[in-house]
């Protein structure tokens, strides 16, 4: 498996989340709901990495390019570390998905040094509106999530949206939001399907959208939002 077997989309948001990431190296990182393993194997060139993933069918080809361990489970798997064992945590697109997550965020709390970093990248509803609007002519859904109903996804179910401050409200005193920077905010809307294809394309692309990643106008329409945590 290549990377060029990976949507562009996919693709652009990974390297973004990547480079948002740069500051990972020679740690432990639990990589929880890892799909595919693009990522964990990304950060495995440069660090000890556990990636965890209930689907089995998201293993059968999965991405093995630098050695990491694959675990395949979801929370009980957690219970198996020991107090402050990772360094960082990686859960994207998960929490949305899952429904002990108070439970998860638990269990990170707990597995993760003092000074450890977690990193979530989840769904924001208004960008998700935009995209639904913009994109997709949806207007009956997009005024369901303006009333605050759940979406779905297609591979993955009901997407149950949350606020970037319910994070810290699940995490308690002991964490701090360091960051939360914008995703996507301009890729779901491009109509273009073949443009998207091509390298200076996805080079402009990503470059614009590293440009509004830290701006709240934007930030505040964008499809995903990254929000890295700090154990204090």
């Known amino acids: 498996m290549i990377e060029s077997d990976i949507a562009p989309w996919e693709l652009l948001q990974k390297k973004m989340t990547w480079e948002q990431l740069n500051f990972i190296k020679n ?3 639990l990589d ?3 799909g595919n393993g693009l990522t964990a194997s990304h ?3 440069d660090n000890e990495v556990i990636a965890i993933e209930p689907d089995e069918k998201m293993l059968q080809n999965r991405f093995t ?5 694959q675990v395949i489970g979801g929370l009980n798997e ?9 360094d960082v945590i990686l859960c994207h697109n998960v929490l949305e998905y899952v429904k002990k997550r108070e439970e998860i965020i638990n ?11 977690v990193s979530i990248l989840k769904h924001n509803r208004a960008g ?8 997709l002519n949806n207007f009956e859904h997009a005024s369901e999530l303006l009333a605050g109903k759940n979406g779905t996804a297609q591979h993955f ?3 149950d949206y949350y606020d970037d401050a319910d994070i810290l409200k699940w995490f308690g005193c002991s964490f701090e939001i360091v960051k939360v920077l914008g995703m996507r905010t301009f890729w779901c809307l491009q109509q273009n399907q073949d443009i998207q294809k091509e390298q200076s394309w996805q080079e402009k692309m990503l470059d614009i959208e590293r440009k509004v990643s830290t701006l709240e106008d934007y930030k505040s329409v964008a499809f995903f939002h990254h929000v890295i945590l700090r154990k204090i």
């Open 78 to 86: 957690l219970k198996n570390y020991r107090d402050e064992s990772f």
């Open 65 to 69: 390019e630098n050695k990491y361990t």
């Open 107 to 117: 269990e990170f709390s707990r597995i993760l040094k003092n000074n450890g970093f």
């Open 43 to 45: 950060f495995a060139a």
């Open 157 to 159: 179910g009901t997407i």
């Open 32 to 34: 929880f709901g890892s």
């Open 128 to 135: 998700r509106v935009m995209q639904m609007v913009v994109l």
């Open 27 to 29: 740690k432990k990182v």
